[in-house]
């Protein structure tokens, strides 16, 4: 628990001096001498932050509640003796691996997946954010990046996602929809990322769409044995898995989606109106809370909708930063972050439990 307070605190440390306004050119020689000695501070810092992120990911053994699963399926994806349901971009990626630094060097194959992850997921926080050390340290608090030690090829298309979100805010959708393509090569479930992405970029509320939002809930709960059955057409591994064919209920992502929505609606005429990012990722947590609530019954919920609250850590510091009045913000502020501080604390502590398996951290260097 220590050993991962630490590498939040000292990563969130090395982004506050990070500044992501820094761009652009300028005919003052001071301001022009003060982005480049900024950009090079930022290029020494997100380097840092990358390696130690990195380090910890790819020496990690037996971390991870699906880690050993994964080696013994890299062993079935070499030998081609019992078919495995992981898409062809990694299973390629596993022989390649495998292929040149020798037969069972799983180690390798964690390793690569840890660089590509939290390459991806720093450039895509950096691009995207307006506030990076806020952005960063949501992003760390929510336990994004943990959690990637398990499950690592959904938390490696996650971080893709991070990274494509800035060709959707600048409407370069082609770009947008090959990097989203590519990375359902490695899990096909970002696909869906596509049509929810697009849907949340272009919808605007008013009166006149207001009552897609009941119509929405109501789809939900009374379509569940159609939407069951869709699911199971690109899933059929997971009917009747006792572990994976599931219903439950995130009351925790509940609450944690409308508390979003609360404080963005209450500055949402400052924060969000008119702003077509803010505005996207308005929506994009609208629909996960729609889905926590009335679509509890979805395989793999939290999974479907992470792609869409992957977007409090670029929402929430927009909205913070639009508030005029000081004390609101200064509050808003430290109410963010002990909240935020709260949840990480109490996911390392449940990090334990067997579903799990974040805890005690081991590594191979001493193995």
């Known amino acids: 628990m220590i050993l991962y307070l630490s590498i939040t605190a000292l990563t969130v440390f090395m982004a506050y001096f990070v500044n992501s ?219 009747g898995d006792l572990i994976l064919d599931v219903e439950t209920i995130s009351y925790a992502n509940i609450a944690k989606c409308l508390a979003v929505l609360l404080f963005s609606l209450f500055y949402y005429q400052k924060a969000v109106k008119g702003n077509s990012k803010a505005e996207t990722l308005f929506n994009l947590n609208l629909f996960a809370l729609i889905i926590y609530s009335f679509g509890y019954y979805i395989l793999e919920t939290s999974r479907i909708c992470y792609y869409m609250v992957l977007g409090h850590v670029f929402l929430i510091p927009i909205v913070l930063k639009a508030i005029e009045n000081k004390r609101q913000k200064v509050f808003c502020l430290f109410s963010v972050i002990l909240a935020y501080v709260m949840y990480l604390v109490i996911f390392i502590i449940k990090s334990r439990a067997p579903t799990v398996l974040l805890l005690p951290y081991m590594t191979w260097l001493f193995t």
């Open 21 to 239: 306004a820094y761009a652009g050119k300028s005919n003052n020689r001071r301001q022009a001498r003060a982005r480049n000695r900024q950009s090079m501070l930022n290029g020494v810092l997100l380097t840092g932050i990358f390696m130690v992120l990195f380090a910890l990911s790819a020496l990690r053994i037996g971390i991870g509640n699906d880690y050993w699963v994964y080696r013994d399926h890299f062993l079935h994806i070499m030998s081609g003796d019992t078919a495995v349901s992981y898409e062809i971009g990694f299973q390629a990626l596993v022989k390649v691996l495998q292929s040149l630094f020798g037969y069972d060097n799983y180690r390798i194959v964690f390793a690569v997946m840890a660089f590509l992850t939290s390459l991806f997921f720093i450039k895509g926080l950096f691009d995207n954010t307006d506030w990076f050390v806020m952005s960063f340290f949501l992003f760390m608090a929510n336990g994004f990046y943990f959690m990637s030690f398990s499950n690592v090829r959904y938390y490696f298309v996650m971080a893709v996602c991070t990274y494509a979100m800035k060709f959707l805010f600048a409407e370069d959708y082609v770009k947008f929809v090959f990097w989203i393509v590519f990375a359902a090569f490695f899990h096909k479930s970002v696909l869906l990322v596509i049509p929810v992405y697009l849907i949340a970029h272009s919808l605007k509320w008013n009166k006149k769409t207001l009552w897609l939002i009941p119509a929405a809930c109501a789809a939900l709960a009374l379509g569940k044995p159609v939407f069951r059955r869709l699911m199971f057409v690109f899933y059929p591994y997971y009917e």
